[in-house]
Antibody
Framework: EVQLVESGGGLVKPGGSLRLSCAAS????????MNWVRQAPGKGLEWVSS????????YYADSVKGRFTISRDNAKNSLYLQMNSLRAEDTAVYYC???????????WGQGTLVTVSS | SYELTQPPSVSVSPGQTARITCSGD??????AYWYQQKPGQAPVLVIY???ERPSGIPERFSGSSSGTTVTLTISGVQAEDEADYYC?????????FGGGTKLTVL
């Protein structure tokens, strides 16, 4: 059974930092590109960042470029998102999502809530 | 980047056919994908490459494409189909979602 389990969310002040993790199991993690997708409360889905299977290709949405860093550890079947200079508008549930082909998202985790507030 | 436009809401009675559209200038050149999201749950892929159905997705879910518009069709809608539906597309370096459509089963 495919499982993606996010962790690391919480309450942080504006300007602060947070590191999200996603633990994967039930599929060949090293063969999938991995992504972070977020959803602000009551709003739609927004793609945040993508990393290819070997970390050769990394992409960011303009809204987080320069502030967020995606990384992965294939030996640990884990995905990470380092979030710096957080803003109120970064408040959202953050989902990790696996993509067998890079164009869409086959599997999703249950998400972790990040709240940026003073 | 580009945009995908969906109607905010669609309502149908049980057993009827629901059609949810997604429009975007890039769609003639790129595939569309559809996700179902129920309250408090993660999204689930229901259609990929415009019209392909993943294993485990009921046959009542289908997709089609025509020009700049793709359509998710749910035939014989059931109460359990009430959810938010999102279209999505991608180019080589960005992934875009539509704003989502809330399907209400009356």
């Amino acid at each position: 059974e495919v499982q993606l389990v996010e962790s690391g969310g919480g309450l942080v002040k504006p300007g602060g930092s947070l590191r999200l993790s996603c633990a994967a199991s039930g599929f060949t993690f090293s063969s999938y590109s991995m992504n972070w997708v977020r959803q602000a409360p009551g709003k739609g889905l927004e793609w945040v960042s993508s990393i290819s299977s070997s970390s050769s290709y990394i992409y960011y949405a303009d809204s987080v470029k320069g502030r967020f860093t995606i990384s992965r550890d294939n030996a640990k079947n884990s995905l990470y998102l380092q979030m710096n200079s957080l803003r109120a508008e970064d408040t959202a549930v953050y989902y990790c999502a696996a993509a067998g082909t890079p164009l869409y998202f086959d599997y999703w985790g249950q998400g972790t809530l990040v709240t940026v507030s003073s | 980047s580009y945009e995908l436009t969906q109607p905010p809401s669609v309502s149908v009675s049980p057993g009827q056919t629901a059609r949810i559209t997604c429009s975007g200038d890039a769609l003639p050149k790129q595939y569309a994908y559809w996700y179902q999201q129920k309250p408090g749950q993660a999204p689930v892929l229901v259609i990929y490459k415009d019209s392909e159905r993943p294993s485990g997705i009921p046959e009542r879910f289908s997709g089609s494409s025509s020009g700049t518009t793709v359509t998710l069709t749910i035939s014989g809608v059931q109460a359990e189909d009430e959810a938010d539906y999102y279209c999505q597309s991608a180019d080589s370096s960005s992934w875009v979602f539509g704003g989502g459509t809330k399907l209400t089963v009356l």
